[in-house]
């Protein structure tokens, strides 16, 4: 029930967390990585795929309409 829900109750996580005056930034860090882990012990997220997270990090970081945002 929950692994098919899981982005839903991530949203009302985050919702939740930064409407009781949490930081935003410990907010979403805090939430990903316990959903991260919520979604590799029920089998949704295959952790193999964080491999690839500092190529994405660097291609965002370098595309120039992004850096003018």
Do not use: K
Request: hydrophobic share 65%.
């Amino acid at each position: 029930m929950i692994a098919e829900n899981l982005d839903l109750v991530m949203f009302a996580a985050l919702c939740g967390e930064i409407l009781i005056g949490f930081p935003v930034a410990f907010t979403l860090a805090g939430v990903a990585v316990l959903f991260a882990y919520l979604g590799f012990t029920l089998g949704v997220v295959d952790l193999g795929l964080m491999r690839a997270l500092s190529q994405r990090i660097f291609g965002i970081i370098t595309n120039q309409t992004l850096i003018a945002i």
